[in-house]
């Protein structure tokens, strides 16, 4: 199975409220990352989260992770119509020593809709 | 403008056809990665380039062949088409950082392959 699943897998809101989403992961990592793609095209990255990190933001991007717990979550605030898109997050396989050895896996990804 | 280059961007052919999806990436990235998105099954990995002369298998080879003769260019070649390869392929470029295991990837636009 994939190693970070979201959730959940579509999400359906009204423009200006708050969208989360989920994703858990089964092993360790160094870092997480989450992705947004609008219909039928390329991933765009959003932002990054280290092991260390709790929290990050960006813009109006949360993110939010708990390694204890082996979870993240993607917070998007006073959201808009052009936000409707598929969100994923992605994590690195990593050795025994912590490094990437190139193979991020992503997950299945939420569709978010924003109703204007 | 800093990109990934896939081509053809839409390609319908026939079972045992040989066919290239060509990659190219203008970021001098060392990393280079393919990966196939079908419904319900999200993005999966086919094979990934840690640098020139350097493949590797990702979760899905099994009929898939790369070659990573140039830093630039990372082309899939699918030998022997059947339907089951019937989907939107992605290649993505990273300058990856070994030591930080950060692994932010660039994507194309996708090509989406039909065989029949």
């Known amino acids: 199975s994939q190693q970070g699943e979201e959730d959940p897998q579509a999400l359906s809101i009204q423009e200006g409220e708050n969208a989360t989403m989920n994703c858990s992961y089964k092993?360790?990592?160094?870092?997480l990352q989450w992705y947004r793609q609008n219909s039928g095209r390329g991933l765009v990255h959003l932002i990054l989260i280290r092991s260390n990190e709790r929290e990050k933001h960006s813009g109006r991007l949360r993110v939010t992770l708990d390694t204890s717990k082996k979870s993240s979550s993607l917070l998007i605030t006073a959201s808009r119509a052009a936000d409707t898109a598929s969100y994923f997050c992605?994590?690195?396989?990593?050795?025994?020593?912590?490094?990437?050895?190139?193979?991020?896996?992503f997950g299945q990804g939420t569709i978010l809709t924003v109703h204007p | 403008e800093a990109q990934v280059t896939q081509n053809p961007r839409y390609l319908i052919t026939v079972t045992g056809k040989k066919l290239t999806v060509t990659c190219s990436q203008n970021?001098?990235?060392?990393?280079m990665s393919w990966y196939r998105q079908d419904p319900g099954l999200g993005l999966r990995q086919i094979y990934y380039?840690?640098?020139?002369?350097?493949?590797d298998k990702g979760d899905v080879p099994e009929g898939y062949k790369v070659s990573r003769k140039e830093k630039r260019n990372f082309p899939l070649i699918l030998e022997s088409p059947s339907p089951n390869q019937t989907s939107l392929y992605f290649c993505?470029?990273?300058?990856?950082?070994?030591?930080?295991?950060?692994?932010?990837?660039?994507f194309g636009a996708g090509s989406r392959l039909t065989v029949l």
């Open positions: 970021m001098n990235h060392e990393y």
């Open positions: 992605a994590t690195p396989r990593t050795n025994a020593g912590g490094t990437s050895y190139g193979k991020l896996t």
């Open positions: 380039s840690m640098n020139v002369e350097v493949t």
């Open positions: 092993t360790s990592i160094n870092n």
């Open positions: 993505a470029s990273s300058s990856q950082r070994l030591a930080s295991g950060a692994n932010v990837l660039t």
